[in-house]
C-alpha cells in the first residue's frame, strides 16, 4: 500500500491531543483573564447586547495578547489549522473551532458548539454596521471611506466641494482651531448641498481644537537656525528672554506648562523637527538643550506645537473656546473630533457639556483622537467609556502628534496596534496625517507614501489634509483602495486571482 493510500485508522493523531491540550489550556486562561479586565473597565450592566458583546471581546483579545502564541501557531499551521492571526474580531469562536477541528481529528466530542456562520463573523458584521453609523455609507467600489480636510477658501467655493464629492469624498472635515464659525456654516451648507446634488449623504466632521500646546512670540539670532547643542529658553509670559546661554526663546501658548517640565524631560517641536531635553527649570522658564534637529538646523517659529511626552500636562481636553464651539458643532455635525483625549473622565467631561446643549434629531458621532502616551495606554478604558454612552463611536489615529509624542520609530508598531484593538472592539478607525501629503502640495506622489495609503486601506477611513492638489489625490485614492480591497480585508488576505504572471501556455 502506498503512503498516500494509508487508512485513516493508521494516522497517528497524538499531535492533536497535544495541540487541543495547549489550546484548551490558553481558552481557559483567556476567559478567566478577561472576566477581570471586563471587572475593571467597569462591567457591562446597562450595555446593549451588542456592545456587551464587543467589550467582551476586546477583552478576550486583550487578554489573549498577553500570552507570546508564535510556537502554538507554527504547530497549528502545519497540520492545516487556522493560526489564530486573524481573530481579531471573533476570538473565541476561532478558538472553539479549531478546538471543534482537532476534536474530530481525535474521534471525540466538541468542548464547544461551533460557531455558526453569523457567530463567526459577528464581530465583522458590527463593524460594518458601526463604520455606517458613525461615517456615513460606503461606497460600491470600496470598504473604506475617504474623509478631506476643507480649505478656507471652500467657504466661498461651492463648486471645489462639488468637485470632492464627485471624485470620491465621503467625508469632510471642517478644523475648528482655524477659521470661525460663519465660514464652518458656510462649508457645511456647501457639504450639505452636494450630497443632495449627488443624491447620496456626505458626513461632516467638525474637529474641536483642545489645549494646542504651541510657541508663542520667539527670539532667535538673525537668519540662525537651533543646532545641537544650543540652548533654547521656554518662557511662561508672553516676551521671551535670550541671553548668552540661551539665544533662542520661545513663549508657550499654554503658560501653565512651563511650570510642570522636569529636568530630564523631552520637548519636541514642530512634528519632531528638533528635539531637546530640560536642563534646568525655575518658576517661569525651562532651558532645554537641543539634542536632534534636522540637517542644517531648525528655525524657531511662532505658531509651531509643541509636545512634552514625559511631562504630566493634567489639562483638560475642553477649552473654553471649545465649549462655544460646540454649539456649532450640534448643528452643524455629524461627528465631533475631540483633541486631547486621553482618560475615560474626558469622554465623560464631553458627555455632560453635550447634554446640556439643545437635542439632535440625529445622535452626534464622537471620533476619539489619539494623539498622546495616555490615550494610548487607556484605549481600552475609552472604548467602554463610548459604548456606556451608545454614542457612534470611533477612534482617529492622528500619527502626526502621536509620531512627535512616542517617537517615529514606535508609531509604525502603534498603529497597527491600534488597528487590532479596534477591530477587536468593532469600533471604526480613521487612518490621519500626511497620507499621500506630497501628491496633495504637489501634485506629484512619492512611492513611499503610495505604500503608505495602501496599508491606509486596512481602517475604516482615510483621512487627506488639505494642498493644492487634493481633488487629485481624491482620485488616486479612491482609487488605490478600490484595488486594496479586492485583496485584503483589514489584514486577512482575499485572495483574488492574479493576473499579472498569467503567462500563455506553451503549446505540447
Known sequence: MMQNDMDVKDVDTSWSAVLFKDLMAVRVQVVADAADLLLELGGTDGFEDSDRIRLENLCHYLALRRHDLRPLQRKLMQHGLSSLGR?????????????????????????????????????????AEETEALLGGGRPNRRGRIMVTLPEASADDPDFILDLARRGMDIARINCAHDDKSIWEDMAKHVRAAGKTLGRRLTILMDIAGPKIRTGNVLTPPSTKAQVGDHIRLCAGALPRVDDIAPFSAAVSVPEIVTRLKIGDRIRYDDGKLEGIVEETSPEEALVRVTRTKTG?????????????????????????????????????????????????????????????PPRNRPLGLVAKIEQP????????????????????????????????????????????????????????????????????TGIPT???????????????????KGAAVAEAVNVLDHLMSRMDEHMTKKTPTLRALKSWTYPVPAV
Open 87 to 127: 481573530l481579531e474580531g471573533r476570538v473565541l469562536p476561532t478558538f472553539d473551532a479549531v478546538l471543534g477541528a482537532l476534536a474530530a481529528i481525535q474521534g471525540t466530542p466538541a468542548p464547544y458548539p461551533p460557531p455558526t456562520e453569523q457567530t463567526f463573523f459577528r464581530g465583522e458584521f458590527a463593524l
Open 297 to 357: 538646523g531648525t528655525k524657531l517659529k511662532v505658531e509651531k506645537g509643541l509636545n512634552l511626552p514625559d511631562t504630566v500636562l493634567g489639562l483638560s481636553p475642553l477649552t473654553t473656546k471649545d465649549h462655544a464651539d460646540l454649539a456649532v458643532v450640534m448643528d452643524h455635525a455629524d461627528m465631533l473630533g475631540y483633541s486631547f483625549v486621553s482618560r475615560p473622565d474626558d469622554i465623560e467631561s464631553l458627555e455632560g457639556t453635550l447634554a446640556g446643549l
Open 374 to 441: 495616555e490615550a494610548l495606554a487607556n484605549l481600552p478604558a475609552l472604548i467602554a467609556v463610548a459604548f456606556r454612552h451608545r454614542r457612534p463611536f470611533g477612534v482617529m489615529i492622528a500619527r502626526g502628534d502621536l509620531a512627535a509624542e512616542i517617537g517615529f520609530e514606535r508609531l509604525a508598531e502603534m498603529q497597527e496596534e491600534i488597528l487590532w484593538l479596534c477591530e477587536a472592539a468593532s469600533v471604526p478607525t480613521i487612518w490621519a496625517t500626511q497620507v499621500l501629503e506630497d501628491l496633495v502640495k
Open 447 to 465: 512611492r513611499g507614501e503610495m505604500t503608505d495609503a495602501a496599508m491606509a486601506a486596512r481602517a475604516e477611513c482615510v483621512m487627506l489634509n
